[in-house]
């Protein structure tokens, strides 16, 4: 069966639906995101509570 590729709906790059993933609330809406994009928010997110900590 032929599948239908997805967008991410961070980079806009196109996927396998397997290699995409729910952002779920309250970090996301819902929407379909790659693992790459997944590690910048978290990576963003970390070095936020770095900065709010100081």
Aim: proline residues 7%; contains cysteine; charged residues 30%.
């Amino acid at each position: 069966m032929l599948e239908i590729p997805r967008r991410c709906g961070h980079c806009e790059e196109e996927f396998a639906p397997e290699e995409l993933t729910v952002l779920a609330p309250p970090a996301g809406d819902g929407e379909l995101i790659c693992a790459w994009c997944i590690e910048i928010k978290l990576r963003r997110a970390v070095a936020k509570l770095a900065l709010d900590n100081n």
